[in-house]
């Protein structure tokens, strides 16, 4: 992931090189090439203007410090403008304080590795000592509840499902059902895997929308797939508007080898991203941290 920006950035900074001092000439010159870079890389266009916009203001206004040379201040201002981008902290779990269960919902487009994601996260949960259950609220794929059985037995944690009598067809009911059954059997997460469509609908919002109403989830998870690039963008808007969300999940992260979507959903969406799904395997998960992902891309 993000070679390719990770190259062209490193070929802006060799040009600074050896430079006492940046002129105003070198401030536009540079700001262009970052700025094809970053286009490049699939990063959205308003991100980019902004991006620019800042980091051409510090390279100007920088105190001259005498500990780094030009190119190291850029460098530097670029770095911090990254981590900035890219959320700044690292967003951790609220969970509930009160009465447990925390309620996590996952929401997204099919194939986005959703399902995936609701093992990651159950057994990366339950590594940090919580009892987790999963919930199969997807009844829209016959496979879905299946599938999120498999999972659920490779990642070691319980999966409620539906059956007589809890909510057979109706994943509201069994959203609903969950919860009461986390609370009987002491799972202090419950994190419900929602029905994704291939594209945006209204009835598959709805229908998003209708769990948060019932359960009223303490985070709603937006689950992205990082390999659609500017697609990316704009269905974490439609989903911002049709059901809302508090965190963003970034998935198949390994597979891009541009990293635009990662680079823009948190300045579109005024949303952190606080997971990063890297592989098909159950451990390729973790918190999603602005610093190491920045470094990455400036290494
Ligand atoms: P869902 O339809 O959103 O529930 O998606 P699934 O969890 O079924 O995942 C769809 C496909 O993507 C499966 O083949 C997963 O193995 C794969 N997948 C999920 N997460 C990742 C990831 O982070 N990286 C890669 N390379 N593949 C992933």
């Known amino acids: 992931m993000?070679?390719?920006?990770s190259d062209r950035l490193t070929s802006v900074f060799t040009s600074l090189r050896g430079k006492g001092r940046l002129s105003e000439e070198d401030i536009n010159s540079t700001a262009r090439e970052i700025r094809l870079a970053l286009l490049e890389a699939d990063v959205a266009l308003p991100v980019v203007r902004d991006f620019i916009a800042r980091v051409k203001e510090r390279a100007?206004?920088?105190?001259v410090s005498r500990a780094l040379n030009p190119a190291q201040q850029v460098i530097k201002i670029v770095n911090e403008e990254l981590v900035e981008i890219l959320g700044g902290e690292t967003r951790e779990i609220r969970f509930a304080t009160k009465a447990p269960p925390t309620v996590i919902m996952l929401a997204g487009l099919q194939g986005t590795g959703k399902t995936t994601l609701a093992g990651k996260l159950g057994m990366w949960l339950a590594g940090e000592r919580n009892t987790p259950l999963l919930v199969a609220a997807d009844l829209?794929?016959?496979?879905?509840v299946t599938q999120l059985q498999v999972v659920g037995e490779?990642?070691?944690?319980?999966v409620f499902a539906p059956q007589p009598g809890n909510g057979v067809g109706d994943p509201v009911e069994v959203a609903r059902e969950s919860v009461e059954h986390a609370r009987r059997n002491n799972h202090n997460v419950v994190i419900i895997d929602t029905a994704?469509?291939?594209g945006v609908d209204s009835e598959m919002m709805q229908q998003a929308a209708d769990i948060?109403?019932?359960?009223e989830p303490n985070e709603i998870l937006f689950v992205v797939d990082a390999m659609i690039g500017?697609?990316?963008?704009n269905t974490a808007q439609a989903f911002l508007d049709g059901v809302g969300y508090d965190a963003v999940a970034l998935t198949k992260l390994d597979?891009?080898?541009r990293g635009g979507a990662a680079l823009s959903i948190r300045h579109v969406t005024d949303r952190p991203i606080m997971f990063a799904s890297t592989g098909e395997k159950l451990e390729d998960f973790d918190l999603f941290h602005p610093d190491r992902m920045a470094s990455r891309i400036l290494d």
């Open 2 to 5: 993000f070679e390719t920006l």
């Open 60 to 63: 100007r206004g920088e105190e």
């Open 140 to 144: 829209q794929r016959p496979n879905a």
């Open 154 to 158: 490779r990642a070691s944690v319980p």
């Open 196 to 198: 994704g469509r291939l």
């Open 212 to 215: 948060r109403d019932a359960v």
């Open 230 to 233: 500017q697609d990316a963008v």
């Open 255 to 257: 597979g891009d080898a």
